[in-house]
């Protein structure tokens, strides 16, 4: 069936707002999406009628600690997790990286050596590098292919030695948008012995993550870039995480994932957090799945997958047309399901932030900047104070909104020239 565009549409509130009778056209989805309706008010809710702290025997505090409880199932599904106590669900995730790399850096050894990629948004790179800088470890980088705009396996293989603990994963890139095949990428590093820590943020609003099929160890994500609240999700295998020793309280509980979840939880949050997975649960429905809660996101994926794809392809089309203007990533239309659809582009004698600023006073929402793609932009040669112009689509966009975003560009980049 067609994707359910005016449906999904319907579902949030902020695509109808206007700015002086103005339309908004949000393409800033990779630093954070927009949320549905439903998960405002599971938000709310939670706020004006299971307001109380967990461990208690009243009613509030037992209805809180299903919002908790139900959150971690929600997550679960959503990620092809074995069972809920493998998420663990803080405010980031940066800070949630931060927190493991730490907690795996009580056993790491000087002179231990640790993986990290040129592709990683700076999330996963800074605290590995600081691990590393405190214990006395040995950072060995791993460059992306230039060609395929991938992490290819046979760079990271040459990198494995037996003195490797960890390799740090992209998933999907947030400035090139490429998507590694982190499955092979994985079993190779495992097979070496060393754990693997996945950063999906970027892919998770997506594509359908299976941790089990994937082999990581690790694998982080964040609810506000797949149109949810402000936090972050870290599954974890089991197996790992029971033999880690985590930093916390004394007095704090020893249980999985609670020892992992410092202070007390933003339970109103995870009630949204619930709601999202909803969002795609009703997604999947409307597309014609009858099954779990976990087969009505896969079909959502399935569905929005070759919708986004579409968007992209027009996008790709509309800038490949402006002269001196490079895209930075996978261009080629056979090679569209190795990305997702974030297009960055820089032009000739152009700096991406004149292009943005008219482009936002128009009421086209998108970035400019290095976008914490610290390690791209610098193997690529292009000045981080500049950066690139950053178009992310999400489920909600239109081809309408395409065609007017591919018109902008074309239009501003002509009257900054005439004004050069």
């Known amino acids: 069936m067609d994707f359910p565009i005016e449906a999904v549409r319907a579902a949030f509130p902020a695509l109808s707002l206007t700015d002086s009778g103005r339309r908004r056209i949000y393409l800033d989805n990779p630093a954070g999406t927009q949320v549905p309706k439903s998960v405002a008010d599971a938000v709310s809710q939670c706020l004006l009628s299971t307001n109380a702290n967990l461990g208690g025997f009243f009613e509030t505090t037992l209805a809180a600690q299903k919002v908790v409880d139900d959150a971690h199932a929600a997550m679960a599904d959503f990620l092809g997790a074995e069972t809920a106590q493998e998420i663990i669900v803080g405010a980031n995730m940066t800070t949630l990286t931060y927190h493991l790399s730490r907690t795996l850096g009580r056993d790491f050894a000087p002179g231990d050596e640790i993986i990290l990629t040129r592709m990683d948004h700076e999330g996963n790179v800074s605290p590995w590098l600081q691990l590393a800088e405190d214990r006395g470890l040995v950072v060995r980088w791993l460059p992306f292919d230039q060609e395929s705009w991938q992490v290819e396996p046979a760079a990271l293989a040459a990198l494995l030695n037996d003195r490797t603990r960890l390799v740090a994963l992209n998933y999907a890139s947030n400035l090139t948008g490429s998507i590694n095949r982190v499955r092979e990428l994985s079993r190779i590093a495992r097979d070496a012995g060393a754990l693997v820590y996945v950063d999906a943020v970027q892919f998770a609003p997506h594509g359908l993550v299976d941790v089990s099929e994937i082999g990581c160890d690790f694998l982080v994500c964040s609810a506000y870039k797949f149109f949810?609240?402000?936090?972050?999700?870290?599954?974890?295998?089991?197996?790992?995480?029971?033999?880690?020793?985590?930093?916390?309280?004394?007095?704090?509980?020893?249980?999985?994932?609670?020892?992992?979840?410092?202070?007390?939880?933003?339970?109103?949050?995870?009630?949204?957090?619930?709601?999202?997975?909803?969002?795609?649960?009703?997604?999947?429905?409307?597309?014609?799945?009858?099954g779990s809660r976990r087969e009505k996101v896969a079909a959502a994926f399935g569905a929005s997958i070759a919708y986004e794809n579409a968007l992209a392809l027009q996008l790709i089309d509309g800038l490949s047309t402006i002269d001196g203007l490079t895209i930075h990533g996978i261009t080629d239309k056979a090679r569209v399901h190795e990305r997702v659809p974030t297009v960055s582009f820089t032009v000739e004698g152009i700096v991406?932030?004149?292009?943005?600023?008219?482009?936002?006073?128009?009421?086209?929402?998108?970035?400019?900047?290095?976008?914490?793609?610290w390690e791209i932009v610098h193997q690529l040669g292009i000045p981080a104070d500049q950066g690139v112009v950053r178009i992310g689509i999400a489920h909600y966009n239109t081809a309408a909104e395409i065609g007017e975003t591919v018109d902008s560009v074309t239009r501003t980049i002509a009257m900054l020239r005439q004004q050069r």
């Not at 880690?244 to 009630?271: H, V, W």
């Not at 932030?353 to 793609?373: C, D, Q, T």
Request: contains cysteine; aromatic residues 8%.
């Open 352 to 373: 991406p932030e004149s292009i943005v600023r008219p482009m936002n006073a128009e009421g086209i929402f998108l970035w400019s900047g290095h976008n914490y793609a």
């Open 228 to 290: 949810g609240p402000h936090m972050g999700i870290l599954w974890g295998r089991r197996t790992v995480i029971e033999a880690l020793k985590p930093y916390k309280c004394r007095c704090s509980s020893n249980d999985l994932p609670e020892r992992f979840e410092l202070g007390t939880p933003q339970i109103e949050l995870m009630a949204g957090l619930t709601a999202t997975i909803d969002h795609f649960e009703r997604l999947g429905e409307q597309t014609g799945s009858r």
